[in-house]
């Protein structure tokens, strides 16, 4: 990485600044290039700079202050593209920008943010120049030279055509100083500031660590997985490295919950602990190193999915040595956090775009994190709480207890979470243009044909249809499910686009969770498998999504996607293939747990030849 050096108000970089910046460069910097102190021959040399490089860029105001601590910081957040250092103001009257939705906002002509103004410019920043289309369109606008009076030097000019163009995001300095300097003479007084190595290597510990976390994980995880990432940081050992141990560790935990002897269950318990701290040390560790890449961002996403699969498969067989209605139990718990997902990502690729400027009063500080925030994620029981009640049940009971638990608050957080959307409507899809339904070629001729239906009736009828499994009678509920597929499938109004993926998964799920009330309770086991590889499948396509439109990384990818069949083929298949012969339906099972593997397998050396 190449450090530019940019002179600000006309007069040039003094020698002894130059040099201290030398001395706490991070390792990947290479060169520095001082700039002129001309604005006008300033653009024309970051021209030709930028035209050059083929690595991001590292830009450092003269006014500004760094630390060794703040340099690693900004330097190390590569999955943010391109980035600005920002510190926390003691009070308003320091702030000078505005920070929202993790992009920095600066006051121009044509919008006055004075009064939302949260967080203080570090005046250093990194340019990245991965996106070719972007970085043509930067250095179009540098090499014209009509707005070279409105700003003191072309840091100022970038920032502001960055800030513009919300291309900006937000490195959030935390417990590190942001200093700036208004005169050469102060640097010697500045430096007396900042803190010293020792702290330093505190405040970076601590700045690994994500903010405004679950609860589980800002009590019984981070307070000791800093430390172990920081150690590992100074070793070989990579990130991917810590998420294979990761799911190395739930796998044997749900070997353990299989055993359903009661020590089994407790070391089972402790053992989710240990897999799901390795999780969090995995983002901590490249958080401290810089290690992104595209492919720990897949791994990652696509462990954390069979992780949560695995261990409740494996507390549903430990479970059923006593009772078999813990299959039952476990495909219902597996169906909810499926569901769940599906609501999250709709809604929010559905949601309505929002002005960062629309704020009544004052904005909140920098970091700041509201008591509703942190009431809602408890209540939502988001994945890292599951892996903390997993963890502290299996201490205290048995394995069908742990699943009740499982089932009964992510039931709640469901209803919560579907009424409070359904409350607010969403809007056409406005961020990316992957299809979350997985709509095969029934579903998709019957689209067509099908009315525009209000969401509350489709919801409605999905529910009494599916009921019909009550009946136990295989007529009935085999054509209930042919309607249900069909309501399902039907277009829903503008506000309520963002449910058709969510009937989608009902349409699916409900048919096969169905098939409990109607096969010998010797065969919930199968119909358990053929709800995880379900659920594999709707997890997939959603970690499709989430790495294709991943707003804040600079390593989304786009992958190729397999809709395996269709939702509707899918589930219609597996409910006649059981009423046929059960084993029919294991054995489609297994067949479509090949066809995910093959997809896995593709899609890994997919990124791998991409990177």
């Known amino acids: 990485m190449r450090v530019v050096l940019c002179p600000s108000k006309g007069s040039s970089i003094d020698p002894s600044y130059f040099d201290y910046v030398n001395s706490i460069l991070p390792n990947s910097c290479s060169e520095i290039i001082t700039l002129d102190e001309t604005p006008k021959k300033q653009k024309m040399e970051m021209v030709r700079i930028i035209e050059s490089s083929h690595e991001p860029l590292l830009l450092i105001s003269g006014e500004a202050v760094p630390s060794r601590g703040t340099l690693d910081l900004i330097v190390n957040a590569k999955n943010l593209g391109t980035r600005a250092l920002i510190g926390r103001p003691a009070n308003h009257d320091e702030s000078t920008c505005y920070v929202s939705g993790k992009k920095v906002f600066l006051s121009n002509e044509t919008r006055d943010i004075s009064t939302l103004v949260n967080a203080i410019s570090g005046e250093i920043l990194v340019l990245d120049l991965s996106i070719k289309e972007s970085i043509s369109e930067f250095v179009k606008m540098l090499s014209e030279h009509h707005s070279e009076n409105k700003f003191r030097d072309v840091f100022e000019e970038i920032t502001m055509y960055l800030s513009n163009k919300s291309l900006l995001s937000a490195v959030d300095a935390r417990d590190f100083p942001v200093l700036t300097m208004s005169k050469k003479n102060e640097l010697a007084r500045c430096i007396e500031f900042l803190p010293n190595k020792v702290t330093e290597i505190k405040y970076a510990r601590k700045s690994c660590v994500k903010e405004g976390d679950n609860l589980w994980t800002a009590l019984a995880v981070s307070p000791w997985t800093k430390f ?9 050992i990579t990130p991917n490295l810590i998420t294979v141990l990761s799911l190395f560790l739930a796998l044997l935990a749900s070997s353990f919950f299989a055993i359903g002897e009661r020590w089994a269950t407790i070391l089972g318990g402790v053992l989710v602990h240990l897999a799901f701290s390795a999780d969090c040390i995995d983002g ?6 810089g290690q992104f890449t595209k492919i720990g961002a897949w791994l990652d996403l696509i462990s954390d999915r069979i992780k949560e699969i695995l261990i409740v498969a494996g507390l549903s067989l430990g479970a059923s040595q006593s009772n078999s209605r813990s299959w039952v139990i476990g495909a219902l718990v597996i169906a909810t956090i499926v569901t769940r997902a599906q609501i999250n990502q709709s809604f929010e690729i559905h949601r309505p775009d ?12 920098l970091g700041y994190i509201s008591l509703n925030y942190r009431v809602k994620n408890f209540l939502t029981l988001p994945y890292g709480n599951r892996m903390g009640l997993i963890t502290i049940l299996s201490l205290l009971v048995a394995s069908e207890p742990i699943l009740f ?14 009424l409070g959307r359904l409350r607010k409507g969403g809007s056409e899809a406005n961020k990316t243009p992957i299809d979350l339904r997985g709509d095969g070629f029934i579903a998709s001729k019957l689209r067509t044909v099908l009315p525009t239906l209000n ?10 249809f599916i009921s019909s499994a009550f009946f136990q009678q295989w007529l009935i509920f085999l054509s209930s499910v042919f309607i249900s597929i069909c309501f399902a499938a039907s277009s829903l109004q503008p506000r309520s686009k963002w449910l058709e993926p969510v009937c989608s998964i009902i349409g699916e799920f409900g048919p096969v969770l169905g098939l409990m009330a109607l096969v010998h309770s010797d065969n919930w086991w199968m119909v358990f498998i053929c709800c995880s590889i379900l659920a ?4 997939l396509n959603t970690t499709n999504t989430q790495l294709a439109d991943d707003k804040d990384s600079a390593y989304g990818v786009i992958l190729n996607q397999h809709n395996f069949f269709g939702w ?3 589930s219609f298949g597996f409910v006649l293939l059981f009423y046929l012969e059960p084993i029919a339906g294991i054995v489609a099972a297994v067949f479509l747990f090949l066809f995910v593997v093959f997809s896995l397998v593709r899609q890994g050396c997919q990124i791998v030849n991409v990177t």
């Open 354 to 365: 929002q002005n960062p400027f629309d704020v009544r009063g004052p904005s909140n500080p």
């Open 568 to 570: 509707e083929v899918r």
């Open 228 to 236: 172990i990432a920081a150690g590992l940081a100074r070793t070989r």
């Open 536 to 539: 594999a499948v709707r997890l």
């Open 455 to 464: 969401s509350e009736f489709v919801l409605l009828c999905l529910g009494l």
């Open 405 to 418: 638990s499982l089932l009964i608050w992510n039931s709640f957080a469901l209803t919560y979470q579907l």
């Open 284 to 289: 901590q560790l490249a958080r401290f190193t």
